[in-house]
C-alpha cells in the first residue's frame, strides 16, 4: 500500500508562479512512478507530467517550457513548479505513485489563476 498526500496549492495572479509537492508514504522503495494530473471543473482528469521509475520526465504539451518536476528520492517527494500560469491552469491537481499494476492517488489540491 503507498499512501499519497499532496500540498501547496492556492490563489495565483496570472504569470505567477506555485510550486506544490507530494510525498509518498509506504511500500515506496519499489515505486514505478509518480506523477501529476489536474483536472478542471466539467473536464476530465488529464495529465500534466510523470517521472518514471528511472527518471525519466514526460510533461503534457500545454505545460512543456512553464512546469517542471522534480523528486527528492531520501523524502519520497516529488514537486511540480508551475510558472508563467495562466486561467486556463485552474484545477484540482491530483498526485499519484504507481507500484506494479496500481496506481495510488491523492486527495487533490486546488490550484486557481485569477486576477
Known amino acids: 500500500q503507498v499512501q499519497v498526500v499532496e500540498s501547496g496549492g492556492g490563489l495565483v495572479q496570472p504569470g505567477g508562479s506555485l510550486r506544490l509537492s507530494c510525498s509518498a508514504s509506504?511500500?515506496?522503495?519499489?515505486?514505478?512512478?509518480m506523477g501529476w494530473h489536474r483536472q478542471a471543473p466539467g473536464k476530465q482528469r488529464e495529465l500534466v507530467g510523470i517521472?518514471?521509475?528511472?527518471?525519466?520526465?514526460i510533461y503534457a504539451d500545454s505545460v512543456k517550457g512553464r512546469f517542471t518536476i522534480s523528486r527528492d528520492n531520501a523524502k519520497n517527494t516529488i514537486y511540480l513548479q508551475m510558472n508563467s500560469l495562466k486561467p486556463e491552469d485552474t484545477a484540482v491537481y491530483y498526485c499519484?505513485?504507481?507500484?506494479?499494476?496500481?496506481?495510488?492517488w491523492g486527495q487533490g489540491t486546488q490550484v486557481t489563476v485569477s486576477s
Open positions: 517521472v518514471s521509475g528511472g527518471g525519466r520526465l
Open positions: 509506504g511500500s515506496v522503495s519499489r515505486l514505478d512512478g
Open positions: 499519484n505513485a504507481v507500484l506494479g499494476l496500481s496506481t495510488y
